[in-house]
């Protein structure tokens, strides 16, 4: 069975500045792909960022980018320059064959005018 | 149109009603899913379909059956639910399920049994 862990229910960031949020997941699988998604509250889900786990390059997609540290089973995602539309919450998921999803608990991320 | 439109948005049933929740997506996507989203749960993983043939079936009750007549459609029909089964049902569709592909939600259906 694999596992998502999420430690931090909820982060607070001020608008312009840097904020980090954990991901550690647990896995037997070689090959696997990591994601971070967003939910506002719209409620639906949108691809922020994946990394794939043979990848040593870190993903980066504009203001978001990932520390993906695959001997400690760590995927964090950085957001810098965060912006009040970047409120929400933020699920880590793992995924590796038949495209099914294993998420985290989910980090709300406030930010703050 | 958004990608993937579910309906309805918002469900209450009472524990002998017999309800549908439908998911329509207009991606020509192959790949449909429902999740489950509880209050301080994990997202979990009802049903896969590939091809309109189900591929996974994660444990969930029986009083919960997909039906998916089409790759466009997927729906979930609901009878004799309980309260614990109160949750934002998400529907999800990928071009394919490859362990890269992304995948698509929509809005999900907010269901209350009472």
């Known amino acids: 069975a694999q596992t998502v862990t999420q430690s931090q229910p909820e982060m607070s960031v001020q608008e312009a500045e840097t904020v980090t949020l954990s991901c550690t997941y647990d896995?037997?699988?070689?090959?696997?792909?990591l994601f971070w998604y967003k939910q506002p509250p719209s409620r639906q889900m949108i691809l922020v960022i994946r990394?794939?786990?043979?990848?040593?390059q870190n993903a980066t997609e504009n203001r978001f980018s990932v520390n993906f540290q695959k001997a400690a089973k760590s995927f964090s995602l950085k957001i810098s320059d965060s912006q009040l539309g970047d409120a929400a919450m933020y699920f880590c998921?793992?995924?590796?064959?038949?495209?099914?999803?294993?998420f985290g608990g989910g980090t709300r991320l406030m930010v703050k005018p | 149109e958004t990608g993937v439109t579910q309906t309805p948005r918002h469900l209450v049933m009472g524990m002998t009603n017999k309800k549908s929740l439908k998911c329509e997506q207009h991606?020509?996507?192959?790949?449909m899913y429902w999740y489950k989203q509880s209050a301080k749960k994990p997202l979990e993983l009802m049903f896969v379909?590939?091809?309109?043939?189900?591929?996974e079936n994660n444990s969930v009750p029986s009083r919960f059956s997909p039906e998916c007549p089409n790759s466009s459609h997927l729906f979930l029909h609901l009878h004799t639910l309980q309260p614990e089964d109160s949750a934002l049902y998400l529907c999800?569709?990928?071009?394919?399920?490859?362990?890269?592909?992304?995948?698509?939600f929509g809005q999900g259906t907010r269901l209350t049994v009472v």
């Open positions: 999800a569709s990928s071009q394919d399920t490859f362990m890269n592909t992304e995948a698509f």
């Open positions: 896995t037997s699988e070689s090959d696997y792909y």
């Open positions: 990394q794939e786990a043979y990848k040593q």
């Open positions: 998921a793992l995924n590796n064959a038949g495209n099914m999803l294993t």
């Open positions: 991606l020509g996507h192959n790949a």
């Open positions: 379909y590939s091809l309109e043939e189900r591929v």
